[in-house]
């Protein structure tokens, strides 16, 4: 994960949000402080290397929902963070931000 975050700062993201756990659970504590900060218009841009980072299934409706509150979303599909995990899924899930 830390080779994750150095990338993402790399790429002038501000601040990240780190949640344990799978985009399966809906549950997460940055998940739900991000959710949180977009549907309160406090957040310009989101920044993910993988839509999976933000959620496994609906990923197009969240972009409307952070869409519709000012908010784009935009995916790196990082090729070298993605092949140094060999396949693996990460028990971490990096959810940066850009205001």
């Known amino acids: 994960m830390k ?21 399966l659970n809906e549950k997460r504590r940055g998940f739900l402080r991000l959710l949180e900060r977009v549907l309160h218009n406090e957040v310009d841009k989101v920044v993910v290397l993988c839509e999976d980072s933000l959620t496994r299934f609906g990923f197009d409706t969240l972009r409307r929902v952070f869409e519709a509150h000012g908010t784009t979303i935009e995916v790196l599909n990082h090729v070298e963070i993605k092949s140094s995990q060999q396949g693996r899924r990460p028990s971490h899930d990096n959810i940066p931000l850009l205001r």
Do not use: H, P
């Open 3 to 23: 080779r994750q975050v150095e990338y993402l700062r790399q790429w002038g993201v501000q601040e990240v949000i780190t949640d344990t756990g799978s985009g």
